[in-house]
């Protein structure tokens, strides 16, 4: 059963399971037809659940399914029955993929296998395909291999959205496009990006005319599969890496339908200069997707743990039938920051004489002291989920550890976990005025938390006119530019810093 704490509606899950009676009777198991069609599921209610083989191989009963939940409950085991061996398939041609998904690629031997609206999709110098952690993958090259859809209306995605990808790097090059919509070497067609940035980080960024908000993950290494899912509406937007929340910000926009093309495994279909040529990514990308609406973490853990852990099975028939129980993490200890405070949370899949859980804090991950305790609940067979809230932090990296204890007073150390307790700093930028301007440019801007933004101004051909500190107070601030009396008519490219990264770039004219 799987296990999540929110429903999950029109749910495509990946079911993964290995099992002697799913070879084939030809070869000794049960499963009649060569294609797997003899397999049927149901759900607790007796209603069939809709599901689309992905991979079958008759000789080693291992099998792949796409099976479509209407809702996948929270908070309960979400069981299923598999039903197979019958000598007179039902052939049915289910639809998996719902309209929440704009396009999906599953990258398995062919470019469209398994896969739905590729929009008149070319494949650029032919990308091969590599083993994956899921089957099959396509390999870029990083020098002259991508994928190109045409713009389409579906593509353009407005205030709500997600990019999901499975990839591993097999060298950074900075700025290497993973899902880019956008073609022209002078990104006035870019609406949304998640790509590599130059300090081996993602950066993920959508775009509205001149305005552009930008997200940058947590630092990635080459050779590991990372699945990521990068989604945004008007509450924010969130990084998801490998099921876990990797950063987020209240930031958001709309994107605008600019009518460029999608580019898979580069930024752009126009060579952006003879060094970048059109931004190449230098690795492999697996079970891609663009979405047309945004999702949680839920979706996230799930979608990443139905590739990553092994699904249970038990007969329940000699001949003709199993239970299979999805994958879950049920002990899952977890910490991250929230509202200025650590909220540390974890399962239970059951417990024996628990008194509780102390909950231990440290600045160094070696001398920890106890900050809490949460009571447990004694003696029971039922999932449990357990949180703890301290404000009680120090800036930087903070580490935590759980002891559990018994009523006897026998325990059993959990963790550490680490969580990053740095400020994230939110810069908003409301507005920027006179324009054009003349002797004078100002910024209206809002900040969570007092700190230094430095300012640029280009010109066209690329050099810098200005570069200035600005210190900026927790609530709204208006800056005055300084040094641009003596600048001449023109456009320029204002871009801003804050402490980490450029998170605003834009142009201003001076008449």
């Known amino acids: ?202 950066l993920f960024a959508i775009f509205n005319n001149n305005t552009s908000k930008k997200l940058y993950s947590s630092k990635l290494e080459a050779n590991i599969w990372y699945y990521v899912v990068a989604t945004w509406d008007v509450s924010g937007m969130k990084i998801y890496i490998n099921g876990e929340l990797d ?43 663009i979405m047309k609406s945004s999702v949680n973490q839920d979706f996230a853990s799930v979608s990443f743990a139905m590739i990553t852990k092994s699904s249970e099975i038990q007969t329940i028939s000699e001949t003709k039938s199993k239970i299979i129980t999805l994958p879950v993490e049920l002990t899952d200890l977890k910490g991250k920051l929230e509202n200025n405070n650590v909220i540390i949370s974890w399962f239970t899949l059951s417990e024996i004489s628990n008194s509780g859980f102390y909950i231990h804090q440290s600045t160094d991950g070696i001398n920890y002291s106890e900050i809490g305790f949460v009571n447990g609940h004694g003696t029971v067979n039922d999932i449990n989920y357990y949180s703890f809230s301290s404000p009680n932090k120090s800036d930087g990296i903070n580490y935590y550890k759980l002891m559990q204890v018994d009523i006897d007073g026998k325990f059993k150390f959990y963790g550490p976990i680490s969580v990053n307790c740095k400020i994230n700093y939110n810069v908003d930028i409301k507005t920027i005025y006179p324009d054009p301007f003349i002797n004078e440019l100002n910024i209206d801007l809002t900040s969570n938390a007092a700190t230094n933004l430095k300012i640029k101004l280009i010109d066209i051909n690329g050099r810098e006119l200005t570069n200035d500190l600005y210190y900026i107070k927790n609530g709204f601030n208006t800056i005055n530019l300084k040094n641009i009396s003596n600048l001449g008519k023109g456009i320029y490219n204002l871009t801003i810093y804050d402490e980490t990264s450029m998170f605003f770039s834009g142009k201003v004219i001076k008449k």
């Open 247 to 289: 950063v987020e910000s209240n930031q958001t926009l709309a994107t605008q339908n600019k009518n460029g093309g999608v580019n898979i495994g580069a930024q752009l279909d126009q060579n952006f200069n003879n060094t970048l040529n059109k931004i190449y990514f230098d690795g492999l990308l697996d079970e891609t997707a």
């Open 1 to 202: 059963g799987s296990y999540q704490q929110s429903d999950l509606y029109n749910f495509v899950y990946l079911l993964n399971v290995t099992d002697n009676d799913f070879i084939s009777t030809a070869n000794g198991g049960k499963i009649i037809q060569n294609d797997a069609s003899d397999i049927i599921f149901y759900n607790v209610n007796n209603i069939r659940i809709k599901h689309k083989v992905k991979k079958y191989n008759s000789f080693t009963g291992e099998i792949s399914i796409w099976l479509l939940f209407d809702t996948l409950k929270a908070n309960q085991y979400n069981n299923l029955e598999m039903y197979f061996g019958s000598s007179n398939p039902a052939l049915f041609n289910d639809t998996i993929w719902n309209n929440d998904y704009a396009t999906f690629w599953s990258f398995d031997n062919y470019y469209n296998n398994n896969s739905i609206n590729q929009y008149n999709q070319s494949e650029i110098n032919e990308p091969l395909f590599n083993s994956s952690i899921n089957n099959k993958a396509v390999a870029f090259n990083g020098n002259s291999q991508y994928i190109h859809l045409n713009d389409d209306n579906n593509l353009s995605l407005g205030a709500n959205g997600t990019l999901i990808s499975w990839f591993s790097i097999n060298t950074f090059k900075d700025y290497g496009g993973i899902i880019h919509k956008g073609d022209k070497k002078n990104f006035s067609d870019e609406e949304y990006s998640l790509q590599l940035w130059n300090d081996s980080s993602l």
